[in-house]
């Protein structure tokens, strides 16, 4: 009888997006003024910590409106339960990437791809190569700082104007980077948004398929409008990757079998672990050397053997090549390179959690659906803050998680099922990233590719057309999932 009863004053809308403006304005501070120098890396840490100062302005908000401590807590410890699917996988993800690096499943596709390339095709083989290696790969920068730096010598010597060629090595290499298991971005926003990997990649490829095709049919275009000359020349490349691997294609058995696992619809974690212990084999079957080098050994036992594989699979390994444009593909980062990411997702969940806890979340949801009158209304919105997220923050991470957590209950509210948003925040927060002159991966593709970002934006047609496609679907509400239905499945 005597127990104190606690009751949350409900927040004004104003109040409930305090948080989200002091998240937004430290981390743009922290992106664009502190660590703003070409050598600076705002994911290494930094940006985790603002997302837990968003957090403590959150709990500052839920104190005065008499939220218990233990609450918010509480929730946070929920939201970070509900992504633990998600880390394992990432970590998989982690060993699957360096396993098949070190096996020759990489250098192969590469290898491959590569010998498709002739002039008369330039653009649209391009817009292909960068795909298959950036799916290979899960890495749009890895793909430009490889294979993008050579196509980009290679047009250049042909005679096609840069921004063109940059446009179409940066469209493969975000088609594959929205798709691949293996990416970073493509398992960040199921997590946010609260679905599981392979069902946000298959509903994914409802909108990227359609304006994938596109893409290629305007290069395509592109390409017979344009008069070249010369040969491209590969052979550089294609004998350093000989030299420092044994290339067969016996090596595609491994990803045809994972492929035929997730066709199957395999547990997500059992189809990498699959992938990534038979690539460790086919490592110590195929490249025997790769595998001693790793370990310094000089003949193949089975200490060495075991040593060389875990360490791919676990930490950083380089592989020696006198090639430099292949020496970032030749590196692999193992679990460990996944690491920032497993960080910056806890701390978005302690972010969520408080703001949940403290009824913010549901304020500015109840808010966003009364403007959002349509499901359309609700897709743009998303649309709409994802740009400006890659705009302000300067980072597409960012501009995943933080309109993930925010729009999460507005989609369920609205009745629709998670892989709507964390479709949408791929269409847009991924993609849309390089367009920004200033934002991490527009500067990075500039500076790498050598071709500044309002050059090759006209050219890059798959970012530009995948926030319109998403938004074409949720007008003529085309494959758009419900809530209902996607539990019954």
């Not at 799916?135 to 096609?160: D, E, K, N, Y």
């Not at 409802?206 to 304006?211: E, H, Q, S, V």
């Not at 966003?368 to 991470?397: E, M, R």
Request: charged residues 10%.
């Amino acid at each position: 009888m005597d127990t104190k009863i606690i009751k949350n004053r409900e927040l004004k809308l104003w109040e409930a997006l305090i948080p989200v403006f002091a998240l937004i304005g430290m981390l743009a501070y922290n992106v664009l003024f502190a660590y703003n120098g070409p050598d600076d890396n705002a994911l290494g840490g930094s940006n985790q910590f603002i997302l837990l100062m968003g957090g403590a302005v959150a709990a500052i908000m839920g104190y005065i409106s008499k939220v218990p401590f233990h609450k918010m807590l509480d929730e946070v410890a929920n939201n970070i339960k509900s992504t633990a699917g998600a880390i394992l996988i990432l970590l998989m993800v982690g060993a699957l990437a360096g396993t098949w690096m070190v096996s020759g499943i990489i250098p192969s596709m590469i290898y491959y791809g590569l010998q498709i390339l002739s002039p008369a095709i330039f653009l649209p083989a391009t817009v292909i190569i960068c795909s298959v290696i950036s799916i290979a790969t899960g890495s749009s920068w890895t793909t430009s700082a490889t294979v993008g730096i050579a196509l980009i010598g290679i047009g250049g010597a042909l005679g096609f104007d840069l921004g063109m060629v940059a446009g179409a090595v940066i469209s493969g290499a975000y088609f594959g980077d929205k798709l691949s298991p293996m990416s970073d971005t493509t398992n960040l926003a199921p997590a946010m948004a609260g679905t599981d990997l392979f069902t946000h990649i298959k509903y994914m490829t409802l909108t990227t398929i359609p304006t994938y095709i596109i893409t290629l049919l305007l290069f395509i275009i592109l390409g017979l409008s344009v008069d070249v000359t010369g040969e491209a020349n590969t052979d550089d490349l294609l004998n350093s990757i000989t030299a420092s691997f044994n290339v067969t294609p016996w090596l595609f058995l491994v990803p045809i079998i994972v492929i035929g696992l997730i066709v199957k619809k395999t547990e997500p974690l059992v189809a990498l672990l699959v992938g990534t212990l038979l690539a460790g084999i086919f490592a110590i079957v195929f490249q025997p050397e790769v595998v001693n080098g790793i370990t310094g050994a000089d003949s193949m036992t089975f200490k060495s053997a075991y040593k060389g594989v875990m360490e791919a699979i676990t930490s950083k390994v380089v592989v020696p090549t006198e090639n430099k444009t292949l020496i970032d593909l030749f590196t692999s980062g193992g679990m460990a390179k996944m690491l920032p990411t497993i960080w910056l997702i806890i701390c978005a969940m302690v972010f969520g959690g408080i703001m949940d806890a403290i009824g913010a979340l549901s304020r500015i949801s109840e808010s966003l659906l009364k403007l959002a009158h349509s499901t359309f209304g609700l897709f743009a919105s998303t649309v709409g803050s994802c740009l400006a997220l890659n705009i302000t923050a300067s980072d597409q991470y960012l501009a995943i998680v933080v309109p993930g957590k925010m729009f999460a209950k507005a989609y369920k509210d609205k009745g629709l099922a998670p892989e709507n948003l964390s479709r949408t925040l791929e269409d847009t927060g991924t993609v849309t990233s390089v367009l920004v002159p200033w934002n991490t991966c527009g500067a990075y593709q500039a500076g790498t590719l050598g071709v500044s970002t309002l050059d090759y934006l006209p050219y890059a047609f798959f970012n530009i057309l995948s926030p319109l496609m998403t938004l074409i679907f949720a007008a003529f509400n085309i494959k758009i999932r419900q809530l209902i239905n996607a539990i019954k499945e």
